[in-house]
């Protein structure tokens, strides 16, 4: 099982940003994507972003053009940029490892970190 420690949530007033990183014990590069998910309170978790192996990457629609994914097999890192936040981004961020349909490995979550936008 691979440990995910994400870090750079906290409290930040709409229109600013945030870039929250994620860092993996083992190879992020034996996974087919790496995500983020958030769950704001009340509410099913969703997916925020994918950063396919191959190299490509998918926002949900209401994020696109504010949030950048970015992967780096070679650091086993992988971070979220979040510009113009919106209180409606309040939630706490997870990463996600999702393993190959073939691979014995399991999926991989970390522990959750905060963000509030508020004034």
């Known amino acids: 099982q691979v440990q995910l420690v994400e870090s750079g949530g906290g409290l930040v007033q709409p229109g600013g940003s945030l870039r929250l990183s994620c860092a993996a014990s083992?190879?992020?590069?034996?996974?087919?994507?790496v995500d983020w998910y958030r769950q704001a309170p009340g509410k099913q978790r969703e997916l925020v972003a994918t950063a396919a192996n191959g190299g490509s990457v998918n926002y949900r629609d209401s994020v696109k053009g504010r949030f950048t994914i970015s992967r780096d097999n070679a650091k086993n890192t992988v971070d979220l940029q979040m510009n113009s936040l919106k209180p409606e981004d309040t939630a706490v961020y997870y990463c996600?490892?999702?393993?190959?349909?073939?691979?014995?490995?399991?999926?991989?979550w970390g522990q959750g970190t905060q963000v509030t936008v508020s004034s």
């Open positions: 083992g190879n992020t590069a034996d996974f087919s994507a």
């Open positions: 996600h490892l999702k393993p190959y349909s073939w691979s014995s490995l399991s999926d991989s």
